[in-house]
């Protein structure tokens, strides 16, 4: 299907742009546990249902991102790492069957993935994203994640720079 790009003035441009170029065959949705976790399932849903697109949802575990904190909490766990990171992969997995949920109820199919052992937040999604050939990645501006919690675009800004999809950045 083609389509004429109206220009402002009213009239058509001569380039047609190409439909197809613009759906969507596989929807990534990165999920933390920020305020924007309900409006990325949302929109990753609503999207995944319009194009009839296999939606796939990620949580990364980043050990960077909680810096001191990871080694803290491990040491006053009485230095069982492993007991912490499964408590951490659980809830991890727990706000994924969320997201689970919410899709069940409009009959989207949900495929999700933990990440652990994450070099960075945005490096794992755009790495995982590029494994899948995901064409369009749905993430929050703001995370959870150190000092980028504080700064608009830590991650997301990451995500978009260097993506090789399209990427929707939810606030």
């Known amino acids: ?3 004429k790009e109206i220009s402002s003035q009213g009239g058509h441009k001569g380039n047609d742009m190409q439909l197809d170029e613009y759906k969507f065959k596989k929807i990534l949705i990165a999920i933390d546990k920020s305020g924007f976790k309900d409006k990325i399932i949302q929109n990753g849903i609503f999207l995944s249902k319009a194009f009839d697109a296999v939606l796939l949802a990620i949580h990364v575990l980043d050990r960077a991102a909680m810096g001191m904190e990871w080694n803290l909490l491990s040491f006053y766990r009485g230095g069982r790492m492993e007991n912490y990171e499964s408590a951490l992969i659980k809830e ?5 069957n969320e997201v689970k949920i919410m899709a069940q109820k409009h009959g989207i199919t949900v495929e999700t ?3 652990t052992n994450s070099p ?3 490096e794992s999604i755009i790495g995982y994203a590029t494994d899948n050939d995901v064409d369009l990645i749905i993430i929050g501006t703001k995370g959870l ?3 980028d919690k504080f700064v608009m675009g830590g991650v997301a800004n990451k995500v978009i720079s260097h993506a090789h999809c399209r ?3 939810i606030r």
């Not at 991890?92 to 994924?96: A, R, T, V």
Request: charged share 20%; no cysteine; proline share 0%.
């Open 92 to 96: 991890s997995e727990e706000l994924l």
């Open 120 to 122: 960075s937040s945005a």
């Open 145 to 147: 994640a150190g000092i």
């Open 1 to 3: 299907m083609r389509v």
């Open 167 to 169: 990427v929707l950045a």
């Open 113 to 115: 993935k933990v990440i």
